[in-house]
Nanobody, 124 residues
Framework: QVQVLESGGGSVQAGGSLILSCAISGATFSTYAMGWFRQAPGKEGEFVAAIDRSGGKTAYADSVKGRFTISRASTKITVYLQMNSLKPEDTAVYSC?????????????????WGQGTQVIVSS
């Protein structure tokens, strides 16, 4: 059974930075693309960023492009989301997910294992 576990959420003031981490077990990490999604209170979930299995290709939502960076460390079977210049509108529960395949998916339907999420709160 694949398990996905996020960590690193918290509270920060606008303009600050946080780094989220995501580890998976029960699957060969290097085989799959990985992604981050978020859901703000009262809003639908949205795609944030994704990285292919090699780490050579990434994709970002327009709202985070230039501020967030997704990366992966194969030796640690971990995916990171570095979040800089945070804004109050970035406040959400951030969830990491394992793609069904090796290439990037931009939609939630392309992922088959999800973590429980980690809360990020950005205050103005």
């Amino acid at each position: 059974q694949v398990q996905v576990l996020e960590s690193g959420g918290g509270s920060v003031q606008a303009g600050g930075s946080l780094i989220l981490s995501c580890a998976i077990s029960g699957a060969t990490f290097s085989t799959y693309a990985m992604g981050w999604f978020r859901q703000a209170p009262g809003k639908e979930g949205e795609f944030v960023a994704a990285i292919d299995r090699s780490g050579g290709k990434t994709a970002y939502a327009d709202s985070v492009k230039g501020r967030f960076t997704i990366s992966r460390a194969s030796t640690k079977i971990t995916v990171y989301l570095q979040m800089n210049s945070l804004k109050p509108e970035d406040t959400a529960v951030y969830s990491c997910a394992k793609d069904v395949g090796s290439v990037i998916s931009l939609r939630a339907q392309g992922y088959d294992a999800w973590g429980q999420g980690t809360q990020v709160i950005v205050s103005s």
